[in-house]
């Protein structure tokens, strides 16, 4: 939409002949649909100065640009909730899905789809795409379209090794992720959680050395929150039991990526896993340019505002209920 001042208005600063030029050239390109250098042989100007006379236009308020959703895309497209989340959370960009994880018994298909092809318009071909385990980046897996995208290398972010069968999907994320984005797939053959000795031990061992380092180096992250509750998928594997979760949230943990605590504010606690821990730190998590978080689910509200408030994502994929609490807290 381009409109004009009335005659005389203080809006005018500049001459009436500076004014006719921007409004000439914002409409040639606005409302013509013509490019910057058409405008500028219409105007007998060069290809910068077109570009200045349309920079200038909008400054001067003289263009007003305004977005419409269509009707029948309303309720599946949430652009306004996705600017305000990146506004307030300082995020490159936020995605917002209609589908509640609640409402569909903890999938999360619909979240894991929209991640899947946030990774692949995002991801370069020399890029390492770490990965914590858990069923928010099995979806994303899952979903990811084979021939769109390719990545360097899949790294493991967390260790996974448990003393009961628990499914993390460590493997399918490696090998589906690796198929999908032709990338060589480096694991974390680890435990999350040891003693404190036997992690200084295995942190010393060449290939767990080496795989933790590829992951703290990734340009491109994926992961998951896990609440400080029995709600965690850390409690339900059992590589944690309530007495440590307690102890936990007696110290203001809020949440936790790849086993690593943190709390209200997105700073580590000072817990008894600390030392015992074999993931990729939080801070190397706060490091990486392309962070993306995706969260869903009423129990995981809690721990997506302390990560978001922390700086440990730089995108956000989330449903719309989670979206809108999240945008409801100060």
């Not at 994303?140 to 769109?148: G, I, K, S």
């Not at 448990?162 to 460590?170: D, M």
């Amino acid at each position: 939409m381009v409109t004009s001042h009335a005659p005389g208005s203080p809006d005018q600063a500049s001459s009436s002949e500076d004014l006719r030029v921007c409004l000439r050239a914002a409409t040639l390109y606005y409302l013509d649909g013509l490019t910057q250098a058409d405008v500028a042989a219409r105007l007998g100007v060069s290809r910068p100065t077109a570009g200045r006379l349309v920079a200038r236009a909008r400054s001067e308020g003289l263009v007003s640009i305004e977005v419409h959703v269509p009707k029948h895309l309303r309720e599946d497209l949430h652009s306004e909730e996705e600017r305000a989340l990146e506004e307030k959370f300082g995020l490159i960009e936020a995605v917002v899905v209609t589908d509640n994880v609640d409402s569909f018994e903890g999938s999360f298909t619909s979240v894991g789809r929209a991640a899947a092809a946030l990774v692949a318009r995002r991801i370069k071909p020399k890029d390492t795409l770490g990965f914590t385990w858990g069923p928010e980046t099995v979806a994303v897996a899952q979903a990811l379209p084979p021939n769109t995208a390719t990545a360097k290398e899949i790294v493991q972010l967390d260790g996974s090794m448990s003393a009961i069968n628990y499914q993390t999907g460590v493997e399918y994320i490696l090998g589906r992720c690796g198929t999908q984005l032709k990338a060589a797939t480096v694991r974390l053959p680890a435990p999350l959680y040891a003693d404190a000795p036997t992690v200084t031990a295995m942190k010393a061992d060449s290939v767990i050395s080496a795989a933790l380092k590829k992951g703290s180096e990734a340009n491109m992250m994926i992961f998951g929150v896990g609440a400080a509750s029995t709600a965690t998928t850390l409690f339900e594997g059992s590589y944690i039991d309530s007495d440590t979760i307690g102890i936990l949230t007696g110290l203001g943990a809020a949440g936790e990526i790849g086993g690593q605590f943190y709390d209200q504010d997105g700073v580590a606690v000072d817990g008894p896993l600390n030392d015992r821990t074999l993931s990729v730190g939080l801070d190397q998590v706060r490091a990486c340019p392309n962070s993306i978080l995706i969260t869903g689910g009423t129990t995981k509200h809690e721990a997506a505002l302390g990560a978001l408030r922390g700086g440990l994502a730089k995108m956000l994929v989330s449903d719309i209920e989670c979206a809108q609490w999240l945008l409801n807290q100060r």
